[in-house]
Nanobody, 128 residues
Framework: QVQLVESGGGSVQAGGSLRLSCEVSGSIYGYCLGWFRQAPGKEREGVATIYTNSGSTAYADSVKGRFTISQYNANKTVNLQLNSLKPEDTAMYYC??????????????????????WGQGTQVTVSS
């Protein structure tokens, strides 16, 4: 069973940056690792994913060009760099993992139902 622990959230002003980290334990060969977010009163939405075997990535349109997902430490750490933050980026951010096909991982059309392993979340608050 894969376990995920997020860190790095916080409060910033619009235009600022944050880096979120997700420490992964367990075997993740052939896994898709992703970041999701959920704002109060809204559904959880996918932000970015990375396929561990190839490093292929995908992003939601709302964050393209501003957020970057990356993996290191033998793929045991997945970071999400958040730049040019906007107030609408305010949400609880969750790390997620599951054994998805490469095509599904990089489709950009994932939902929370596609992932079975989740972290506890880390809060990101962006003020205007």
């Amino acid at each position: 069973q894969v376990q995920l622990v997020e860190s790095g959230g916080g409060s910033v002003q619009a235009g600022g940056s944050l880096r979120l980290s997700c420490e992964v334990s367990g075997s993740i060969y052939g896994y898709c690792l992703g970041w999701f977010r959920q704002a109060p009163g809204k559904e959880r939405e996918g932000v970015a994913t990375i396929y561990t075997n190839s490093g292929s990535t995908a992003y939601a349109d709302s964050v393209k060009g501003r957020f970057t997902i990356s993996q290191y430490n033998a793929n045991k750490t997945v970071n999400l760099q958040l730049n040019s933050l906007k107030p609408e980026d305010t949400a609880m951010y969750y790390c997620a993992a599951d054994r998805l096909r490469w095509s599904s991982c990089v489709s950009g059309t994932w939902t929370s139902d596609d992932f079975n392993s989740w972290g506890q979340g880390t809060q990101v608050t962006v003020s205007s």
